[in-house]
T-cell receptor
C-alpha cells in the first residue's frame, strides 16, 4: 500500500522556538494533504487542508500564522509551529489523499505522527 | 459545523464476543471511511462506503452505510485480541475533499 513518511517522530523544544514537521508521500502524488492534531485518547481534529501549489485552507479556530503550512510539491507538505508554547504540545499527524479516476476509490494514508513537547 | 459522533466511547468485550460501533453525522455524507488506530500507532484505512444502504464485509468485519447516508456502523463478529484499538469513522460531504473524523470507539478485548 501507499506510504506516507512523517518526521520527526518526536521533538522536544523550548518555548518560543519554531518546529517544522515534514510529510512526504513516497510512492504516489498527493495534490491534497491534511494536517490533524490528536490529544491523548481523543479523536483527530482537522487543522488544515494543504493544497499543492496554493494556500492551505484552515479550519475554524486554527491560527494560520501560528501553524504555517507549505505544500510546494506533489509529494511534500510541511507544518511549521511558530513560536511554540506548552499548549501547542500534542500529537500531529498528516495524511495524504490517494485518488483514482473518481472519488469511489480514494483513501487517506497517514504518516506515523509527530509528538511535540514544548517545555 | 459538521459533527460526527460515535457510540459507544469505550467497549470492553470478552474474546469471542461481538462488537459494534455506531457513527452518526449531523450532515449527509457523500462517503464514509473507517480507520483503525492501534495504541501508539497511526490510523490505518479499513474501508470506504459510498452508496446509500451499502454493506461491505471483510472477514469478521461488517460495515454498513445508512439509507440516509448520515450514519454508519462497524460490526466485528467473534472478537480477537488483535482487534484491540480505536475505531474511527471519517466522513466527507460532496464538494469538499476534507474528512471529519468521528469521536472514536476504543475497543478492549479480554482474553
Amino acid at each position: 500500500g501507499a506510504v506516507v513518511s512523517q518526521h520527526p517522530s518526536r521533538v522536544i523544544c523550548k518555548s518560543g522556538t519554531s518546529v517544522k514537521i515534514e510529510c512526504r508521500s513516497l510512492d504516489f502524488q498527493a495534490t491534497t494533504m491534511f494536517w490533524y492534531r490528536q490529544f491523548p485518547k481523543q479523536s483527530l481534529m482537522l487543522m488544515a487542508t494543504s493544497n499543492e501549489g496554493s494556500k492551505a485552507t484552515y479550519e475554524q479556530g486554527v491560527e494560520k500564522d501560528k501553524f504555517l503550512i507549505n505544500h510546494a510539491s506533489l509529494t511534500l507538505s510541511t507544518l511549521t509551529v511558530t513560536s511554540a508554547h506548552p499548549e501547542d504540545s500534542s500529537f500531529y499527524i498528516c495524511s495524504a489523499r490517494e485518488t483514482g479516476p473518481d472519488r469511489l476509490n480514494e483513501k487517506l494514508f497517514f504518516g506515523s505522527g509527530t509528538q511535540l513537547s514544548v517545555l | 459545523g459538521q459533527q460526527v459522533m460515535q457510540i459507544p466511547q469505550y467497549q470492553h468485550v470478552q474474546e469471542g464476543e461481538d462488537f459494534t460501533t455506531y457513527c452518526n453525522s449531523s450532515t449527509t455524507l457523500s462517503n464514509i471511511q473507517w480507520y483503525k488506530q492501534r495504541p501508539g500507532g497511526h490510523p490505518v484505512f479499513l474501508i470506504q462506503l459510498v452508496k446509500s444502504g451499502e454493506v461491505k464485509k471483510q472477514k469478521r468485519l461488517t460495515f454498513q452505510f445508512g439509507e440516509a447516508k448520515k450514519n454508519s456502523s462497524l460490526h466485528i463478529t467473534a472478537t480477537q485480541t488483535t482487534d484491540v484499538g480505536t475505531y474511527f469513522c471519517a466522513g466527507t460531504t460532496s464538494g469538499t475533499y476534507k474528512y471529519i473524523f468521528g469521536t472514536g470507539t476504543r475497543l478492549k478485548v479480554l482474553a
